[in-house]
């Protein structure tokens, strides 16, 4: 260890963190031992920051750690917070540490550092506090597989102690833990301490692999239900706290998760335990909301406060195609009732296509609802459309005003009635890139319109020219204006695909802009090739060069899903794509993820529809 009087003889200022030279790094250690509590927790902050931010570590990372080590001991506080950050800056694969990038990495260089103190921590062990305890169980896991055997054996001994004798199960099943990281086997499922079975069930199952035994199975649902309160605060060295590794464990088999979650909702659902289990089983398995929706509304009589678990209902209902009526009346009863929950149940009832959602919405509208209104009936543009108006009159901007614009686009010529309210927002700039969109997608031309959308093409947002320019065309048919800010367009650096998705409304009309679009056919970025392989089609009405790029992009990524969107569009699938569209329509397990925004198809729904309406094309 290295105690404050050391850090001179450091040379901070020529090693580098994430911001750039390390050299306020000392400084933030001599506050750790100062006598203001809040100064030192914010200087643990900065280090979150710094030397280690969002994963990732520096230069400055391992000369750190003998410090921070001194701190623990010395410092007059934050010993749990200290401990927990030299576990996260060690994490590490430990079957990284026999490849050639190892030996003269960052990250050996703090796991050395972290080995060499480590005998100086072993009191930490065996401190009063519980919190410490955990904490340190941790930091002694970050290496366990790089310690070396003087220090093992002395960590073994105090570890097999905290497990025989510690008075908090909590701290006995992380020494349960470590034990077997320490090679030690160990799967207690008959102890008398519930955390100790679940922690050996758990071990048990990460050793062995699914299909799980039903022991494990019973220990998982009986002494899973209710979680320690202190988990979040004490994760892994791999940075995930047990609930989480539990979590991926569970959904590995999904009628064993599912059967877990109904034993725990059982139980009261306790930190949403069951319901967050539930919801992990239908974000990675295919074809399984019904039973996960059933689950979740059982879940609900659980919460007090169910906004969460209502948004969730709201995103998994919309992928139902004929959601029970059982669970609509429950979805009814909750958005007619005040209170901060009417909200996101009245938008999981809009979402379940409820017409009764529609009456409800139009007495307590916000944008959202209705644009989720919009995208469900489209058939109710009469009465909808009066109160988009009046919101966007009022006001209505950032992403409130982008959703109301976005759900015009839902009523075709209907729409044309909102013109005051859409030459309002490009005049404003309020939602202008959608308002000009839908200006030309309306098809009224004015000269008050045709002059604000070439006012719009020498706006300083690139998004915004390029929509306004393609509007500017659709309405006046003269490609003048829209040739010429494509050309600056393309013809600057950065991310140019953005911008040639609105070429297709032009079609030939584009093909003077062959030459900017031709090099990008190349380009290695995915998207740029994939976009400009749409666009050369577009302009030049031939398939022939696209075809070959998007099938070498398409498969289960976003961008690849886009290329399959392309070929579906050009009605065209090329033989060599054959077995990997029947693999994906094939697989139980999702290939593409969504996060719960709702409001549009899941990704990994439109790969299997995709996939086989190509096949159809033969």
């Known amino acids: 260890m290295r105690s404050p009087a050391e850090l001179d003889d450091v040379p901070w200022s020529e090693l580098t963190h994430a911001y750039g030279p390390a050299d306020d790094v000392p400084e933030l250690i001599k506050v750790l031992y100062g006598d203001d509590d809040e100064a030192a927790g914010e200087a643990i902050y900065e280090f979150h920051g710094n030397i280690y931010h969002q994963g990732t570590i520096y230069e400055a990372s391992a000369p750190a750690v003998p410090f921070l080590a001194h701190a623990v001991l010395h410092a007059p506080g934050r010993r749990e917070d200290l401990l927990m950050l030299l576990a996260v800056l060690a994490d590490h694969d430990p079957a990284s540490v026999d490849s050639p990038h190892w030996p003269h990495s960052d990250i050996a260089a703090i796991c050395a550092e972290l080995c060499a103190v480590l005998p100086d921590l072993l009191p930490c062990l065996g401190d009063p506090g519980r919190g410490v305890r955990r904490a340190a169980l941790r930091t002694f896991a970050a290496v366990a597989d790089l310690l070396p055997d003087d220090t093992r054996a002395l960590a073994v001994k105090r570890v097999d102690a905290l497990y025989a004798d510690d008075p908090v199960p909590a701290v006995r099943a992380d020494a349960l833990i470590l034990l077997n990281r320490f090679g030690r086997v160990l799967e207690p499922l008959d102890s008398p301490l519930a955390e100790i079975r679940l922690a050996a069930a758990q071990l048990a199952a990460e050793r062995n692999g699914p299909p799980y035994a039903p022991e494990l199975v019973e220990v998982f649902a009986e002494d899973g239900a209710d979680p320690d309160p202190g988990e979040d605060e004490f994760p892994w060295s791999d940075t995930s706290t047990q609930e989480q590794r539990l979590t991926n464990l569970l959904t590995r088999e999904p009628d064993v998760a599912l059967t877990v979650a109904a034993r725990w909702i059982a139980h009261g659902d306790i930190g949403s335990r069951g319901s967050w289990l539930a919801g992990h089983v239908a974000e990675r398995w295919r074809d399984r909301e019904r039973e996960v ?282 033989a060599e794509l054959h077995p990997a569209l029947h693999t994906y329509i094939a697989s139980p397990e999702r290939l593409l993820a969504d996060s719960p925004v709702g409001g549009q198809d899941h990704p990994d729904t439109e790969l299997r529809t995709l996939s086989r309406m190509l096949l159809m094309l033969g």
């Open 293 to 574: 929706l059933d689950l979740l509304v059982a879940a609900l009589p659980h919460h007090s406060k169910p906004s969460s678990l209502l948004r969730t209902i709201g995103y998994w209902v919309e992928h139902l195609p004929e959601p029970d009526a059982a669970l609509r009346d429950a979805l009814h009863e909750l958005a007619g009732a005040d209170g901060e929950t009417a909200e996101p149940a009245l938008l999981a009832l809009v979402r379940s296509r409820d017409t009764r959602a529609v009456d409800l919405v139009l007495d307590r509208p916000s944008a959202r609802l209705l644009a989720a209104t919009a995208r469900h009936f489209p058939e109710a543009a009469g009465r909808l459309i009066p109160v988009i108006r009046r919101e966007l009159a009022a006001g209505a901007d950032g992403n409130d005003g982008i959703a109301l614009v976005q759900a015009l686009a839902r009523f075709g010529t209907a729409a044309r009635a909102a013109q005051p309210e859409l030459i309002d927002c490009l005049g404003t700039r309020r939602a202008a890139i959608v308002a000009a969109r839908q200006l030309g997608a309306n098809g009224v031309r004015t000269p008050e319109i045709t002059d604000l959308l070439e006012e719009a093409t020498r706006s300083g947002d690139a998004s915004l020219r390029a929509s306004a320019a393609v509007a500017h065309h659709l309405l006046t048919g003269d490609p003048d204006t829209a040739l010429r800010t494509y050309e600056a367009l393309l013809s600057s650096r950065g991310q140019t695909h953005w911008y040639l998705s609105g070429l297709e409304s032009m079609g030939t009309a584009a093909a003077p802009l062959l030459p900017l679009v031709e090099p990008l056919l190349e380009a290695g970025y995915d998207w740029t090739r994939k976009a400009a392989a749409e666009a050369h089609h577009w302009l030049t009405g031939s398939p022939d060069r696209a075809v070959p790029i998007l099938a070498d992009i398409a498969g289960p990524t976003p961008v690849g899903l886009s290329a399959l969107k392309a070929l579906a569009g050009m009605g065209r699938c090329p």
